[in-house]
Structure formats: structure tokens, C-alpha cells
Nanobody, 113 residues
Framework: QVQLVESGGGLVQPGGSLRLSCTAS????????MSWYRQAPGKERELVARMPTTSGSIDYADFVKGRFIISRDNAKNTLYLQMNSLKPEDTAVYYCLNMWGRRGQGTQVTVSS
């Protein structure tokens, strides 16, 4: 059974940082390109970052370049998203997805003073 569990969200002030985690099970995590997406209320879901399996380039959305860092630990079946210099417009539910489009329940990130 495929499971993806996101955690690490919360309320943070503008300029602050959060680290999201996504723990995977039920599939071969190391063989999947993994992605972080987000969806804000009333908006379409959008890609934040995509992480290759081993080699290959990492893709970032323009709106997070230089602020967010995606990484993975295949030994722990875990995907991470380090988010720095957060802005109010980063407020959304963040999801991790595997190559089959399966996702977890998401974790809420709220950036507000």
C-alpha cells in the first residue's frame, strides 16, 4: 500500500523558515522522481520542486528559486523541502507526489505576521 506522509508545516512569520518532510512507503522510493506541489485556496495546484532519483538536474519553480531546497534521503525513504525567506504568498497546503501521482494528505504552511 502506497503511503506518503507529509509533516513539518505550521505558522511562520514572513522571512522565516520551515523544513517539510515526506516519508514514503509501499513503493521503491529510490526509483521514483519525487516532487513537491502546493495548492493555495482558490488556486490551481502548482509544482514547487522536483527531485531526480540520483543523477540529473533538480527543477525549481521560478517563484522559489534561491529560497527553497529540495533533497532526499533514500536510506530513510524521505523527501525534504527546506523553505527559507518565506513570504505570505507561500501560504498553501504542500504535498509530495511520486511518479504515479500518488500524494499524501498534505501539510499546511501559513506565512503571516
Amino acid at each position: 500500500q502506497v503511503q506518503l506522509v507529509e509533516s513539518g508545516g505550521g505558522l511562520v512569520q514572513p522571512g522565516g523558515s520551515l523544513r517539510l518532510s515526506c516519508t514514503a512507503s509501499g513503493f521503491s522510493f529510490r526509483d521514483h522522481i519525487m516532487s513537491w506541489y502546493r495548492q493555495a485556496p482558490g488556486k490551481e495546484r502548482e509544482l514547487v520542486a522536483r527531485m531526480p532519483t540520483t543523477s540529473g538536474s533538480i527543477d525549481y519553480a521560478d517563484f522559489v528559486k534561491g529560497r527553497f531546497i529540495i533533497s532526499r534521503d533514500n536510506a530513510k525513504n524521505t523527501l525534504y523541502l527546506q523553505m527559507n525567506s518565506l513570504k505570505p504568498e507561500d501560504t498553501a497546503v504542500y504535498y509530495c507526489l511520486n511518479m504515479w501521482g500518488r500524494r499524501g494528505q498534505g501539510t499546511q504552511v501559513t506565512v503571516s505576521s
